[in-house]
């Protein structure tokens, strides 16, 4: 019988020693770039929306030319797309781990 028991004692320990060392190696999906990726990715489309902001009339019964403005119409969508697309970017990029 005490053979027995130490055999499982000696299952169990190992069992044990695995799932410390598979909880010390917890690691997060993000890492520190990706997150200043995003960041970056925010402040375009921040950016974007701010520039779109503004060309309406001040008497609702007078049009303003201001709304067909290049920065509405041309600078502030380039700066929503590019703003997206380093959001994905940022969320898809993962450092490479060659072993060599």
Do not use: C, H, W
Request: aromatic letters at 12%.
């Amino acid at each position: 019988m005490k053979v027995i028991n130490t055999i499982n004692t000696e299952k169990k320990d190992k069992k044990n020693i695995l799932n410390a060392s598979e909880k010390s190696s917890f690691s997060f999906i993000f890492t520190r770039t990706n997150y200043i990726l995003m960041i970056v990715g925010l402040l375009f489309i921040a950016l974007g929306y701010i520039l779109m902001i503004g060309g309406g009339s001040e008497d609702p019964a007078q049009f303003s030319d201001k709304i067909f403005d290049t920065q509405r119409l041309v600078v502030s969508p380039i700066l929503l797309v590019i703003g997206f697309i380093i959001e994905i970017f940022a969320i898809m990029y993962r450092k490479s781990d060659k072993q060599n």
